[in-house]
């Protein structure tokens, strides 16, 4: 007859037809492998309290609800694992070892300890402040103002393209930048090539700043014979 063998409530569990059986896993004593003369394996369960040597036995051929329980050397070796893993969830370890260390864990009371009350009400508290708070006016103080607004300006975003050859220059309120050469001969970019299928970008990294503020600094570009596809950040 196949049965059904299954971890249910922190009990083994065994369904055998209609018929259910629950084991206790403090009851178990002791779970071992073994074979019979046809190489058939089974799962032996024996008891604590059985004084008359009467255990479970679990054919692997018979258990039809764990693949992997196989009427094998190894699939019985799994079951075993198994089971022994659901007895160890319903029985976890109140004892922790710490390795290399002889002396008990924990401060020990010293003469001149001084007992700490942590109490439950955590709530605010009113507090008098009868002095005024902060640094008093100086002979050379200097007044300074803090704004309360500190947004960024809006950032415009653009993208073009240029087919055109000329040298062009991007806006000196521009933040950042990017360059992509789609075309099919050399681009220049700063005085250096940009080849085919080259991107380049730069980024002025900090808050309100810029790439140029003068014309001499500004970004260039030339098109050359070829295509550029240009992004460009700016305020």
Known sequence: MAIQVSDSFN?????????VEYYKYATIKSISPVSDSNNDF??????????????LVL???????????LNTGAG??????AISDWMHTDNPST?????????PLGQKPMLASIPVVVASDQSDIGVD?????GQLNDANSVSVTISRDQFAPELLTS???????????LPLTTRSCSFANVGANDAEVLGATLKTGETVSFDSGGFGATLARS??????????????????VSE
């Open 42 to 55: 089974a799962v032996v369960i024996n008891f604590i309290t059985d004084d008359k040597d009467n255990p």
């Open 59 to 69: 054919k692997m051929k018979d258990i039809s609800n764990q693949a992997t329980w």
């Open 215 to 232: 014309s001499g600094n500004a970004v260039n570009y030339n098109c050359l014979t070829s295509e550029l596809l240009i992004i460009v």
């Open 11 to 19: 009990q083994l569990k065994i369904e055998r037809g209609s018929k």
């Open 129 to 133: 402040i009868n002095s005024p708070i």
């Open 76 to 81: 019985v070796n799994v079951a075993i694992e």
């Open 95 to 103: 004892n922790v070892t710490v390795e290399g260390w002889t002396a």
């Open 159 to 169: 993208m073009f393209r240029v087919s055109a050859a000329g040298l062009n220059t």
